[in-house]
Nanobody
Framework: QVQLVESGGDLVQPGGSLRLSCVTS????????MGWYRQAPGNQREFVAS???????QYADSVKGRFAIFRDNNKNTVYLQMNNLQPEDTAVYYC?????????WGQGTQVTVSA
């Protein structure tokens, strides 16, 4: 069983920045591949970024150059640094991992970008 707890969502103006955090309960965190997804109202959940257990990263085209995913294995935490936020980034952001072929999701954290 893996528990994921996101935090850091907030209301921010266009062009602003936020850093999301996802703390896991897993003592095997360092071997887990981690990801961030988001879901806007009326839309399907979509991939945002991922980081493997050997620190390889991938990004959705819509966030490349603006978002950065990184991890701290000593803190069992994965982060999503979001810069130059735009209204279309408004969504609930979810942390994700897969362990023993089973997906795990956090409860989500709301990011709202609005003037």
């Amino acid at each position: 069983q893996v528990q994921l707890v996101e935090s850091g969502g907030d209301l921010v103006q266009p062009g602003g920045s936020l850093r999301l955090s996802c703390v896991t309960s897993a003592n095997m965190f360092r071997i887990l591949n981690m990801g961030w997804y988001r879901q806007a109202p009326g839309n399907q959940r979509e991939f945002v970024a991922s980081i493997t257990n050997n620190f390889r990263t991938q990004y959705a085209d819509s966030v490349k150059g603006r978002f950065a995913i990184f991890r701290d294995n000593n803190k069992n935490t994965v982060y999503l640094q979001m810069n130059n936020l735009q209204p279309e980034d408004t969504a609930v952001y979810y942390c994700n991992t897969i362990n023993d072929l089973k997906p795990y999701w956090g409860q989500g954290t709301q990011v709202t970008v609005s003037a």
